[in-house]
C-alpha cells in the first residue's frame, strides 16, 4: 500500500485547509484510516480516524473543527481542516492499515501564522 499527501502549506489563523490522501497499490475498503500530526519538539498524536463504515474519531483538540472523510471509490481519505490556529501546526501524516501492518504517508506540512 502506498498513501500519497496532498501538499500542506501556510494558512492564516482562523482560516481552512483540506487535505487528502490518496491509496494505492494493494487496497481495502475494509480497513479504517486516520490522520496524524507531529508538531516540532513533540510526539506524534492522532487527529481523527474513521472507521470503513464511516464511524469517525476526533481528538479532543480538533473536535467541531476538523472533519475526516473517505471516498472508497477513489481510495481517499479527506481532512477538512477549519478555524485553524498556530497550535495546529505540525507534519500531518496519513495512515491505513491493511490485516495487521501500518501504513504511512510521507507527511505533509501545515503551518498556521497568527
Known amino acids: 500500500v502506498q498513501l500519497q499527501a496532498s501538499e500542506g502549506g501556510l494558512v492564516q489563523a482562523g482560516g481552512s485547509l483540506r487535505l487528502s490522501c490518496a491509496a494505492s497499490g494493494r487496497t481495502s475498503s475494509d480497513s479504517a484510516a486516520g490522520w496524524y500530526r507531529q508538531a516540532p519538539g513533540k510526539e506524534r498524536e492522532l487527529v481523527a480516524l474513521?472507521?470503513?463504515?464511516?464511524?469517525?474519531n476526533y481528538a479532543d483538540s480538533v473536535k467541531g473543527r476538523f472533519t475526516i472523510s473517505r471516498d472508497n471509490a477513489r481510495n481517499t481519505v479527506y481532512l477538512q481542516m477549519d478555524s485553524l490556529s498556530p497550535e495546529d501546526t505540525a507534519v500531518y501524516y496519513c495512515?491505513?492499515?491493511?490485516?495487521?501492518?501500518?501504513?504511512w504517508g510521507q507527511g505533509t506540512e501545515v503551518t498556521v501564522s497568527s
Open positions: 474513521i472507521s470503513s463504515g464511516g464511524s469517525t
Open positions: 495512515s491505513t492499515n491493511l490485516g495487521l501492518k501500518v501504513y
